[in-house]
């Protein structure tokens, strides 16, 4: 079993910066690739960003390559996004995720590839 929470949310202008936590607890912490994915108003849960088990390996969506960074600290079960030069557009419910099912160098974008999620935190960007 895994749980995730999140925090780190809040309003912020644009151009600004935030860093979001997702703190784990379970035993497959660890070795388990981890994914941010956000939901915005009126839209569908995306991908935002994945990191394998050990933080060498990552990958992000095309909208936020250059401005976000994932990073992990296995030592204390947290894994963090970093955003920066907030846009209106990233407005939206930010969730950590679990990959506990596949290998610990997957780097999966589809929301159904996790198999544990946080409660969400708001982000709210403003112009």
């Known amino acids: 079993q895994v749980q995730l929470v999140e925090s780190g949310g809040g309003l912020v202008q644009a151009g600004g910066s935030l860093r979001l936590s997702c703190a784990a607890s379970?035993?497959?912490?660890?070795?388990?690739?981890k994914g941010w994915f956000r939901q915005g108003p009126g839209k569908e849960r995306e991908f935002v960003a994945a990191?394998?088990?050990?933080?060498?390996?990552?990958r992000y969506a095309d909208s936020v390559k250059g401005r976000f960074t994932i990073s992990r600290d296995n030592a204390k079960n947290t894994v963090y996004l970093q955003m920066n030069s907030l846009k209106p557009e990233d407005t939206a419910v930010y969730y950590c995720?679990?990959?506990?099912?596949?290998?610990?160098?997957?780097?999966?974008?589809?929301?159904?590839?996790?198999?544990?999620w946080g409660q969400g935190t708001q982000v709210t960007v403003s112009s």
């Open positions: 990191i394998n088990w050990n933080g060498s390996g990552t």
């Open positions: 379970g035993r497959t912490f660890s070795s388990s690739p």
């Open positions: 995720a679990a990959n506990v099912g596949s290998s610990g160098n997957a780097l999966a974008q589809l929301s159904d590839r996790y198999d544990y």
